[in-house]
């Protein structure tokens, strides 16, 4: 086999194992009938990913057995087996999570070359349309991609650091788009915005109305990340960070991601 394709194929492969891991904690808390905030923003923040993933190894295209069984998920059926009314919140993530099985068999095949090639075809996912500098869109969308790499493969603190310079680099672009006299205006410091910390930034977005009060949720070591970076921009020797840290801290930075893109 191509050791180029050997390498996309080990790629999906982590990415759609990582998801399975997921999927299967997020099956449990809902099994415990948990109806918290956190749970249903994991679980749908989940489901989303595994549709990126799915629409990335279906080419895009519904007429896809991977996109279809996906969609399927969501529908209850009854008993002739016609659609009825939506899933309960647990089956679905079974539903998903056989959907995504049937993904690593398909691409764990001696000949996954034409899953593979389907998937070269997929329009890559946009998140950050809504950051007005066009110039960093690219940066944090790739960000994006290798901080939930990250994640997968167990490397929580790499992920944690990523995900929080995701978080201040849109933040801090919703607050330069604001205009540094109007943020003035409604108390905030007067020094160049380049100047203040990560939990300035946080708390004069918050104040103007850019962002809501997702960022109470960060873990300590999060708000304190920059301490963690070394001349060489990799991380300090100050503990390991742990997964539920990395997780929050990216379930943070999604919930900002919607502040400031109503429309996701």
Not at 16 to 21: E, F, T, V
Not at 72 to 89: C, I, K, V
Not at 127 to 146: K, L
Not at 151 to 178: M, S
């Amino acid at each position: 086999m191509d050791e180029s394709l050997q390498a996309q194929i080990e790629t999906y492969l982590t990415h759609l194992n990582g998801l399975i891991r997921r999927g299967h904690e997020v099956r449990e808390e809902l099994a415990k009938g948990s109806a918290d905030p956190s749970t249903t923003a994991a679980t749908r923040r989940w489901q989303e990913d595994c549709g990126v993933a799915i629409n990335q190894l279906s080419g895009g295209s519904k007429a896809h057995w991977l996109a279809r069984s996906f969609s399927q998920a969501f529908l209850m059926r009854s008993a002739d087996g016609r659609a009825a009314e939506g899933a309960a919140p647990v089956e679905i993530v079974e539903s998903l999570l056989g959907v995504l099985d049937q993904a690593v068999a398909s691409i764990s095949q001696k000949d996954a070359g034409p899953v593979i090639a389907a998937s070269a075809k997929a329009p890559p996912p946009h998140r950050f349309d809504f950051v007005h500098n066009p110039e960093i869109r690219p940066v944090v969308e790739q960000a994006h991609i290798e901080g939930r790499r990250a994640f997968d493969q167990g490397h929580y603190d790499l992920a944690l650091l990523t995900y929080c310079g995701i978080l201040e680099a849109i933040v801090t672009d919703a607050l330069e788009f604001k205009g540094l006299a109007a943020l003035i205006a409604s108390g905030s410091p007067t020094q160049n915005i380049s100047d203040w910390s990560f939990e300035t930034r946080i708390t004069v977005a918050e104040r103007a109305g850019l962002i809501r009060g997702g960022c109470a949720r960060l873990p300590a070591v999060a708000r304190t990340y920059r301490d963690r970076m070394d001349v060489e921009g990799e991380s300090g020797p100050n503990g390991a960070i742990s997964e539920r840290d990395a997780r929050l801290t990216g379930q943070v930075l999604h919930v900002i991601m919607r502040d400031l893109d109503p429309g996701r």
